[in-house]
């Protein structure tokens, strides 16, 4: 079957894979897993070395399991995901979390900006409210923004996020060299770089009395995405 918006899996020249990196997401990953099967043909997931049962909860809810024995980190899990997706027959490719962080009810918005704009790239999109999201994530994420946009030279409203559509035949193009958090910018910058384009699809955020549920530490990681970021636009990694 065929993804399209609004869990309608009929449009036929989008044909979607979800990649899902986890890392110790038993908690989450069978909602995660089934609220993305209703808007993709195949949800693959990367289990990132988990000591948990996040592979098996995966694979009995629907799930392509890829599995790694030892933690490598975000970047080498969602790699190891591209390197799988791109040797099959998907028109896109959609990131989105194992946390539960990203909403998978928001998967159509990002399906039908793709349609809307025809977007080489679409970005989910949080709303950045100061009194609704930790102080220090709103910081961290209003920076990385700021300095997304001047290194593209163009609109980026949140460069932090990680749940995106991606056309893969653009993608396959791209080399790709990131193992932590800042592959989402290298995966920005250097299709920006080749003349893709990108647009926004708002999403919702999702938090734990008062704290966002991502693994990343907002000060330390922004700086290196930031450094790397640098490396990636002007040293051509």
Same mark, same amino acid.
């Given at each position: 079957?065929?993804?399209?918006?609004?869990?309608?899996? %009929?449009?036929?020249?989008?044909?979607?894979?979800?990649? +899902? *990196?986890?890392?110790?997401?038993?908690?989450?990953?069978?909602?995660?897993?089934?609220?993305?099967?209703?808007?993709? $043909?195949?949800?693959?997931?990367? %289990?990132?070395?988990?000591? %948990?049962?996040? #592979?098996?909860?995966?694979?009995?809810?629907?799930?392509?399991?890829?599995?790694?024995?030892?933690?490598?980190?975000?970047?080498?899990?969602?790699? /190891?995901?591209?390197?799988?997706?791109?040797?099959?027959?998907? /028109?896109?490719?959609?990131?989105?979390?194992?946390?539960?962080?990203?909403? &998978?009810?928001?998967? &159509?918005?990002? +399906?039908?900006?793709?349609?809307? /704009?025809?977007?080489? !790239?679409?970005?989910?999109?949080?709303?950045?409210?100061?009194?609704?999201?930790?102080? +220090?994530?709103?910081?961290?994420?209003?920076?990385?923004?700021?300095?997304?946009?001047? !290194?593209?030279?163009?609109?980026?409203?949140?460069?932090?996020?990680?749940?995106?559509?991606?056309?893969?035949?653009?993608?396959?193009?791209? $080399?790709?060299?990131?193992?932590?958090?800042?592959?989402?910018?290298?995966?920005? +910058?250097?299709?920006?770089?080749?003349?893709?384009?990108?647009?926004?699809? *708002?999403? $919702? #955020?999702?938090?734990?009395?008062?704290?966002?549920?991502?693994?990343?530490? *907002?000060?330390?990681? /922004?700086?290196?995405?930031?450094?790397?970021?640098?490396?990636?636009?002007?040293?051509?990694?």
């Amino acid at each position: 079957m065929i993804a399209g918006a609004e869990g309608n899996r %009929d449009v036929p020249e989008m044909k979607i894979c979800a990649l +899902i *990196p986890a890392f110790n997401e038993a908690r989450h990953i069978a909602a995660v897993v089934h609220g993305a099967r209703k808007h993709v $043909r195949e949800v693959v997931l990367v %289990d990132d070395g988990s000591s %948990d049962s996040t #592979a098996d909860i995966a694979a009995a809810a629907g799930a392509v399991c890829l599995r790694s024995n030892q933690n490598h980190g975000k970047a080498t899990a969602l790699r /190891t995901g591209i390197s799988h997706v791109c040797e099959r027959q998907f /028109t896109h490719v959609l990131f989105l979390d194992g946390d539960g962080q990203h909403c &998978p009810e928001d998967i &159509p918005s990002l +399906i039908r900006v793709a349609l809307e /704009t025809n977007a080489d !790239l679409v970005i989910g999109t949080r709303s950045f409210d100061i009194e609704r999201m930790p102080r +220090i994530r709103y910081y961290s994420n209003t920076l990385g923004s700021k300095i997304a946009s001047w !290194l593209v030279s163009r609109e980026i409203r949140d460069s932090q996020c990680g749940f995106r559509l991606v056309r893969l035949d653009k993608l396959r193009q791209v $080399r790709l060299r990131a193992k932590k958090y800042e592959l989402e910018m290298e995966v920005l +910058i250097k299709m920006s770089l080749t003349g893709c384009s990108t647009a926004h699809a *708002p999403v $919702r #955020a999702v938090y734990e009395d008062g704290k966002a549920r991502s693994k990343m530490r *907002p000060v330390r990681d /922004t700086v290196r995405i930031c450094l790397w970021s640098l490396l990636f636009r002007f040293g051509r990694l």
